[in-house]
């Protein structure tokens, strides 16, 4: 078995153990007890049933055939940039657009091959202090400010 | 207007930074949350409030809308935020007073600073134009000859729509006679009642403007002007507390707020509400305004949370 | 109707009129062609401005963004392969392989002829046939509406390139996906384990924009490093010469009429028209072996559906008050604020400003073409720009574009996450599409079902016993078989050999 092979099972039972573990949880919801379609998990279940059923056919052909994944070329960029999405999205609100963005900036053109220090900075200010000016302060339709001050 | 406050804004960027007392409230713009979708009835009113408002006030006012959760996402939200007056939200009894009991939301009675209330609507039970039904007489008579063939519909559940109708069957004893069917917002539920698939809907005088329906009460304590033949839930033989019911809103803070902000925010909501702008603006949308300062506002908006423990029960939410 | 024409034209061709015309459709295109931003948050941007002006202005200017909007997701979807918009994730199937093949400026041809026709018909049948179209939209209740939804998530197998059973599993995803939150008939929250961020459920553009958008930066960042961002090469829009359009007339046809239908359904709109049109398109297209890989019938499928639904979706609107979607939601709200009442005396009580709307429709529908050719020419070089400064920007745009849908902080982290999920599903060779048919569809079919199970007390035969839903269910059961029997018979004959 190939390293690849083993990422597309790897995925595939993530996906059935995850969908096994919600109909777990959705049998024991506490639920006013009604008729089934009264119930709210009455068509969940339908649904989860059928995710399992085809993750369980799509595991019996993954094992049987063996197709190469696309090599990942750079494991460490990827990384980065995931890290950075996720980080980007969840402190978005707390810290302001305008922070976030230009720290998010100053870690997605690098990984991108862009190193040069005026224009990363420049960039980095110029282009979420754009948006900042125009949805803030133009239009009146603010994006998130940081705790320290409501002009970005 | 926007565009030379943000270069006033500019200007005066470097006194933003002294420090902040009740006396300089508010000196950074204040913004008004609707807890539903953007071009929807609560954004539009919050629209039209706004610009009112800022007059009102002497400082930006903007609009933003935080959808979701029949109005909870926005209050769960508002509700862990300092209670600095520049954040207000515009909730409904369903959002203040029926969702909190209903759910496990992280808000209850004790979480807010009631400001001002705005508005305030009765709400009445519609049939369609080409309904057999002339009068509540008829409903009850037709519902107990054949029990479980009627139907009637809501924008969702636990919304005014919902507990309209929960008042009108329960009031009257028939809740387990009828059936309840929710749709997605009130146009689908709409379409159903002037198609027939559902018998009765519930909705505030409003509903009257988008089509052809006939009302046949009203949950109020008295008949309205504009229905003179309409009756009252009392006159059907709905005894309180479900005879009366309104769909209200008004702005609310976080609870804590400082006396002396409230004071600026409720005077200048008073200002705004009874501005001759707002009024047109009411008078075009159909909007009936009811304003009542924070006292006033907090006593009713207490009563009501324990009033509607009866509606919730009764529609088995 | 055709008597109020002149007091329309006066209500529209004036010089506020034809400005609002104009920078309405130039602003539409403009922000519907940027990665992250969609309708939705187009027409929130002009929403405050149309307060503080007359009736017909301000309709127009929502339809002209609505339109524009609709038009420039499809450029967005072809050339970086991010729909702004779930309308055009089905332009991307065809149209961004296209763009791969360097036939990029065609793609977008393609697609702005079909987008063009689809919304000038859509307007016609608006103009003359409204009443009738809202009758028929009456006949659709809960249980043909179910049906009708049940026949859309068979496209889940048409476009499911590569993998049916991984197309079926993203489908499956989708739907579920969708469901969390609060429960459409008893209003209990499920899925949600007491997180109240939760309880507005899973934003359908915040799932899409990360499992297309987001997920391509990271794809590509797993790639090799571009010096510039050779992404497609793009120089200007070539229109399709009209020898190219021999044999595809038929499957325009169908697909703007798809599109109208569907449009008038309220609840159903412009993504539901997309797919199903786009799956026919792929079933009965003589070329249907070539969808997926950059066929013109899938763009054209797909754009002339999505663009005919804005003009279906007034139907209902303008004739019987009832919004046909969101955005016409918006635009009832506003006429009630202008002290307009919609509802089915509307056009009786206000000829002229409907006639005005109407007329203006289709005016911009028209200048979709020029000012397409025009904006895409100007635009052209912003695709040139490097990698670097492209992917970030995406990223950015992103953000505001799903901070704006809703306000709610939660999307944001739901996109995160949900690009990260559909790198690594897109990865193993799942479709996106199907998920976002899934997601679209999902709550739909699930309140449908149900309120017809309620409404028939729990005898599902009913669902058979109207004419509309029957047709359409057997529909569904054909086309679902179909394409797995022909698998099951390609198979066998390759065994055999």
Redesign the interface.
Known sequence: MSRHLNERVFVLLALLLSAVALYRSSLTLSFSDVGSAHSPVFFPQIILVLWIGLTVIALGQTLMQSVKAQPIDGVFRLIILVAASIAYTNLLTMYGFFLTSALFTLICLPVFGMRHPAILTGYAIAVPGALVLLFNHVLGMPLPTSPFTHYF | MKLTSAIGMAFGAALAATGAVAADFPERPINLIAPFNAGGGTDLLLRGLAPHFEEAVGENVFVSNMSGGSGTVAASALQGQKPTGYQMAYMSITVSTIQPQIKNVPYGVDSWTPICSIAASPTMLFVSNDSPFQSMEDVVAAVNAEPGKYVFGSSGPGAITHLSMVSAFSGLDLMDKVKHLPFKGSGPAIKELTAGNIHFFGDTELLMKRGDFRPLMVFNAERLDSFPDVPTATEVGIAAPLNELYLWGGLFAPAGLEQGTVDVLAKACDDAVHSDGFQEFANNSGTVINHRGPEEFNAFFRAQYDANKALISAAGL | MLSSLPDAFALLFNIEGILVLVLGTVLGIILGAMPGIGS?VA???V??FT?SMGQAPAIILLLAVYAGSVYGGSIAAILINTPGTPQSAATCLDGYPMAQRGEAGLALGWATVASVIGGLVSAVVLIFAAPELAAF???F??IETFALILLGMTCIVSVSTG?V??G??SG??G??LS?V???????????T??K??L???F?LLAVVIGVFA?SE??I??????N?VSDLVSFKGIVLPKLSDWSGRVRNLVKSVLIGNVIGVL??TGAATAAFISYAEGRRSSRNSENFGKGEPDGIVSSEAANNAVTGGALV?TMA????GD?IT??ML??L????I????KLVEDNPALIGAIFTGFFVINLLLLPLGILLSRIAAPVLRV????M???I??LC??GI??V?????D??V???A??GG???R???FPMAPLVIGMVL??TL??T???G???K??NFLAFFQSPIALVLIIAATIALCLPLIRLGLARTRQVAQ
């Open positions: 939705t027409v929130a941007i929403l405050p307060l939209a009456l006949e209740g809960p993998s059973v991984k079926l599993l499956m995803i739907i579920f469901l939150g609060g429960d459409p008939i008893t209003g209990e929250f499920r899925f384990y007491d109240w961020q309880y507005s459920g934003n987001l930066v990271l590509r960042a797993s790639q090799k490093v010096e309220p609840g209902p019987l008050g009832i919004p969101a939601a918006v709200a506003t009630t604020l202008h002290g009442t919609p509802g089915p490097r990698e670097a400064y992917m970030t920007a990223v950015l953000a505001v901070y704006f809703r306000g709610n902080p939660f944001l982290l996109m995160g996450l690009g990260v790198f690594i599903l990865r193993q060779g999902g709550p699930e309140l079902l149900r309120q199970l309620i409404l007390d729990g």
